[in-house]
């Protein structure tokens, strides 16, 4: 089972290193991390999917949230959240299939940002499911090369009260 | 112990002092009066502004002894623990002993000394990625680079070390910021968003807690290092009279409660008391304070506890169901959650579960048989009966550290100075040195085997230097022991690299400026000892032992705590 985690972490040199060391030194069984900025210029944000149950799950938001410059750490589990991951693919497209790449690319609501004779590189934006089922489609025509970002992920509501799952009183 | 500096004093102006300076000032602001070490290149900065310190500085003969002494200084003492090493291979020289206080949640403070910034990363000479190498076996470590930072990385450092959960923190310093000149002055107030050590546990989770010990046929207390930590043993022993609990402790928790008191079960796990083990595996509720649950103490997971409603108090959440899944996680310090838990608590007799426990406490006792030949384990009963139960004992790691668990007799926490989690074979000898060093007129014996006293006794050259009349012990069985004795239960006794011929150690002793004295004849042995404790000034006592003696129990790697091997004890 995927679950996704976020933390806000101190924006400094060593600190991606550190995380990733623990995930390795841990054996949790990572899916995808990505980190950025945020609007605070201290602090940037990490999206972590991890796999497993939630005995791993605790484990991981648990041992993520003893590293001294991790700041706060919350998990998804059962909260509404929206997620987008971002693909970059190239699809081999002769010109005589480029229509209907073309038309499946707009199905999807990705855009195509590069033109080549016997390529397109094709740029969406989505749900995990979504992009999957994109790759799916396409593979049978060829994929040159393809690259995503990862799951980053935001809470639907604002959340007011921390009664979340992921906000139990024992991990800040 | 010099006076903490206020903060009146620390709010003076830093501006013109280089980065050694205020780095110095900063220990001082500490509150540090005793600091181990090696120096070198990346470091002369840093011995320069030491060279007029009123801090003392203890030059070990090895970064790993340094490292070692930091540690049994601060397991005795419970203060901080401060140890400094150049760049490269100095710092590459204490991973050993920052990954043995990290297993044991020991608050050691390292700094190590780096390339002027600006060569970082270019494979400079004496270079090498402290912080990257230092991460895994560290609570946290930090690398400065710019002046500005040196001052508040050192409190933060200390910090960190010292509060929550301890443990080891690295200070990579680049040479150029301890030379380099403060132009303003620098914010020295701590920056660590992500680092609120919570200590007070919750009303509700202790409420429950108390519930279930009140409504406990058979519990059990299961005592590990972090009440040494909280300074809780006296809090436990309440409880535990209270209540009346039977109490078993983990290795780093012997002597936080007397052994000699009708409800002690001594030490449980791998090499536990039958006792311990069988009373944990009928228990129906197991209070676990300070402990997280290791695989030397619970043996296979599977049968661990079978009936056991299980309570966890600790202060880090991340040891609550990490290995056993625990019914009543409370978080937080152990005082102040077994302090607050107490009146919740109803007293109780428990007259038939305490029969039981006396019952296999006579039946299984630990003992070995007397045949005349010197036996390890009278060694340490006897070293225990001549020192009063009364001396701080630093132990190496292997058949020795554990005869010395059974037999020396706890009295009191900040007794056992013994490398738990990591079994660090060397560390007896250097820490002992640190315990002295931080128990000045205190009797201090580093019982050692020779496999792990080898490994370190250039120390002993330490000691004499220093005058710190620390006793070292070694048993001598001219085996690594532990290895022996699995090689000879589960390898059909094909002793594979387990002879350890040994050299002629109080002739090396007295080489080292300490005095020798060995012993091969049992009617000799007390007369040694007791000479041995008289002497005013450190001394190896020498004593050939009985080749092939097995440490009993045993929990074989796979099997339940019920199913002991109990050698010749049946």
């Not at chain 1, 970059?88 to 229509?99: E, F, G, Q």
């Not at chain 2, 000149?181 to 701590?190: H, W």
Request: hydrophobic share 40%; charged share 25%.
């Amino acid at each position: 089972m995927k679950h996704i985690i976020s933390a806000l972490v101190q924006n400094q040199p060593g600190v991606l290193a550190h995380i990733a060391g623990m995930f390795a030194a841990r054996g949790f069984n990572i899916d995808s991390l990505v980190v950025g900025r945020t609007e605070d210029p201290v602090l940037s944000r990490m999206t972590i999917v991890v796999v497993g149950d939630d005995r791993v799950l605790e484990q991981v938001r648990k041992q993520l949230g003893k590293i001294v410059s991790v700041v706060k750490v919350r998990d998804f589990l059962d909260v509404p959240c929206v997620q987008r991951d971002l693909l970059l693919i190239r699809v081999h497209t002769p010109p005589a299939k480029r229509s209907e790449v073309t038309q499946l690319v707009n199905m999807f609501r990705g855009r195509v940002v590069d033109v080549a004779r016997e390529s397109l590189l094709v740029e969406l934006a989505g749900t995990e499911d979504k992009l999957e089922a994109f790759v799916d489609l396409v593979r049978p025509y060829g994929i040159r090369e393809l690259a995503r970002t990862g799951v980053i992920a935001m809470p639907r509501d604002m959340q007011t009260q921390p009664k979340a799952k992921g906000e139990q009183a024992d991990v800040s | 112990m010099t006076k903490k500096k206020t903060d009146a004093e620390s709010r003076k102006s830093y501006v013109g002092c280089t980065g050694a300076q205020i780095f110095h000032e900063m220990l001082l602001c500490e509150g540090v009066d005793l600091m181990f070490g090696f120096p070198g290149g990346a470091v002369l900065p840093i011995f320069d502004v030491l060279y007029k310190t009123p801090i003392k500085f203890v030059m070990s003969r090895h970064e790993q002894g340094a490292t070692h002494m930091a540690d049994g200084y601060a397991r005795s003492t419970g203060r901080v623990g401060v140890v400094i090493a150049t760049s490269g291979p100095g710092a590459t020289n204490i991973v050993t002993g920052l990954a043995t206080a990290n297993m044991d949640s020991v608050p050691v403070v390292a700094f190590t000394g780096q390339v002027k910034s600006f060569l970082i990363g270019n494979d400079a000479f004496q270079e090498a990625d402290v912080t990257g190498i230092t991460r895994p076996v560290t609570k946290h470590n930090f690398l400065v680079k710019r002046v500005e930072d040196l001052g508040r990385v050192v409190k933060e450092a200390f910090y960190i070390a010292r509060t929550g959960r301890p443990g080891p923190v690295v200070v990579d310093i680049a040479v150029d910021a301890t030379v380099a000149k403060l132009t303003d002055q620098p914010d020295l107030a701590p920056n660590l968003p992500g680092y609120k050590p919570r200590s007070s546990g919750h009303v509700r989770q202790i409420k429950a807690a108390a519930e279930a010990i009140n409504a406990a046929e058979r519990p059990v207390l299961y005592v590990g290092g972090g009440v040494v930590i909280a300074e809780a043993s006296q809090e436990v022993r309440a409880l535990a009279e209270k209540a009346q609990i039977p109490v078993t402790t983990t290795l780093l928790a012997l002597g936080s409660f007397d052994e000699t008191s009708p409800l002690a079960l001594q030490m449980l796990g791998m090499h536990g008391t039958a006792a311990a083990n069988y009373a944990v595996q009928e228990s129906d509720c197991l209070i676990a304070v300070g402990a997280r649950f290791d695989d030397r103490v619970t043996g296979n997971l599977e049968t661990f506890a079978p009936h056991a409603k299980i309570i966890h108090i600790d202060i880090d959440p991340a040891s609550i169901s990490k290995n056993v899944e625990v019914d009543i996680p409370v978080v937080g310090d152990a005082k102040d959650i077994i302090t607050r838990m107490l009146e919740f608590i109803e007293p109780r007799r428990r007259k038939g579960w305490l029969a039981k426990i006396a019952e296999w406490k006579k039946k299984y006792p630990l003992q070995y048989e007397a045949d005349g030949k010197i036996k390890p384990q009278e060694v340490v009963e006897l070293i225990g009966k001549m020192t009063d139960h009364d001396a701080i004992i630093a132990t190496g790691v292997g058949q020795h550290q554990m005869w010395a668990a059974q037999f020396y007799g706890w009295r009191r926490p900040r007794q056992i100075i013994t490398s738990g989690g990591l079994g660090t074979m060397g560390y007896g000898c250097p820490a002992a040195i640190g315990a002295q060093f931080g128990n000045p007129g205190a009797t201090v014996i580093d019982i050692d085997g020779d496999g792990s006293f080898s490994m370190t006794m250039v120390e002993v050259i330490t000691a004499a230097r220093y005058d710190q009349p620390v006793k070292f012990v070694v048993l001598d069985n001219e085996y690594l022991g532990m290895v022996r004795q699995w090689q000879e239960m589960f390898y059909g006794r094909r002793y594979s690299a387990v002879e350890h011929p040994c050299p002629d150690y109080a002739a090396i002793a007295a080489g080292y400026g300490a005095k020798g004295m060995r012993v091969s004849e049992r009617s000799e042995l007390a007369d040694a000892i007791n000479t041995m404790l008289k002497h005013e000034g450190p001394v190896v006592l020498h004593v050939k032992v009985e080749p092939e003696e097995n440490v009993y129990p045993m929990v074989a790697a796979g099997k339940g705590l019920h199913e002991m091997d109990l050698g010749k004890l049946a």
